[in-house]
């Protein structure tokens, strides 16, 4: 099973972006994403894992690990799909004004 350090390590590669460009675009340290991607920061906080999540286009759940999920408010989903849903329309907006 892919552990939740796999999981954002491959989402970034796949999103083409190195270990700086998601922290900046996270608002979190590479030394953050680092210890995420390598299971060595095991209790990082909700807020950090909403940011990378929101950062890499998926959910909060996608890469929390699964064990925890339980433990998320409610909000954490909602919150995470609100993120999910402005990029989509972000991107319509700038495909609209390339026209």
Known sequence: ME???Q?????REELGLSQADLARESGVTVDT???LEH??????????YYKVACALKLTIFDI???EAHEMLP???LAFSQFCKDLDKVLKQMNKNEDK
Request: charge should be positive; hydrophobic fraction near 35%.
């Open 7 to 11: 999981r954002i390590r491959n989402r």
């Open 39 to 48: 299971d060595v920061l095991l209790h990082a906080s909700i807020d950090t």
């Open 74 to 76: 409610p909000i954490a």
């Open 3 to 5: 552990s939740s350090g």
């Open 33 to 35: 994403i680092d210890g």
């Open 64 to 66: 929390v690990p699964k």
